[in-house]
T-cell receptor, first 116, second 112 residues
């Protein structure tokens, strides 16, 4: 069964450093998403991506964040200057994409980001 | 502020039917309601999605009243492995656009 993969599983970085989180969505999916989940809290939407551009983003997704689909398979989330409060689990998801609000999304296992 | 509301936690016993209700007063006209399950340290997993009335699959049923301002996830004959957090997902209008807003989640604990 196809699945979303994410690397690395755990990333430790120092405050102010840039990190890139990587995801490989399911191959025939059209919509891609990033979410984050601070330990013990709810899932928070960051951004959705379709047709090589951002289609929706939340207030959390400010100028320090960017997303890219550099090739036909990878989908990345870059955090330019990490802050302590960026420590969280980051989930990538993809969906077949009937429309952006078709929520049968498939989630990856997550990358745990620890900012020290 | 647009949001969804779910009970923070629920307890039940193996073999029982569990119903979890989510309220979403500002749901948009054409949008679907979706429920996800999440185990600790794992990504959420799709359970069921519906627009109105009732939807059933091999895992759960989803009941949506005519006004669509709430929905109820029904898990028949739960087992210990159903212990997880359950999230209700609806798109809600915010300013001039829509946001994907997850509920706070309901932590379901199944006891033997």
């Amino acid at each position: 069964e196809p699945e979303v993969t994410q690397t690395p599983s755990h990333q430790v970085t120092q405050m102010g450093q840039e990190v890139i989180l990587r995801c490989v969505p399911i191959s025939n999916h059209l919509y891609f998403y990033w979410y984050r989940q601070i330990l013990g809290q709810k899932v928070e939407f960051l951004v959705s991506f379709y047709n090589n551009e951002i289609s929706e983003k939340s207030e959390i997704f400010d100028d320090q964040f960017s997303v890219e689909r550099p090739d036909g398979s990878n989908f990345t989330l870059k955090i330019r200057s990490t802050k302590l409060e960026d420590s969280a689990m980051y989930f990538c998801a993809s969906s077949p994409g009937r429309d952006i609000f078709s929520y049968e999304q498939y989630f990856g296992p997550g990358t745990r980001l620890t900012v020290t | 502020l647009a949001k969804t509301t779910q009970p923070i936690s629920m307890d039940s016993y193996e073999g029982q039917e569990v119903n979890i209700t989510c309220s979403h007063n500002n749901i948009a006209t054409n949008d679907y309601i979706t429920w996800y399950q999440q185990f600790p340290s794992q990504g959420p997993r799709f359970i069921i999605q519906g627009y109105k009335t009732k939807v059933t699959n091999e895992v759960a049923s989803l009941f949506i009243p005519a006004d669509r301002k709430s929905s109820t996830l029904s898990l028949p004959r739960v087992s210990l492995s159903d212990t997880a957090v359950y999230y209700c997902l609806v798109p809600l209008p915010m300013d001039s656009n829509y946001q994907l807003i997850w509920g706070a989640g309901t932590k379901l604990i199944i006891k033997p």
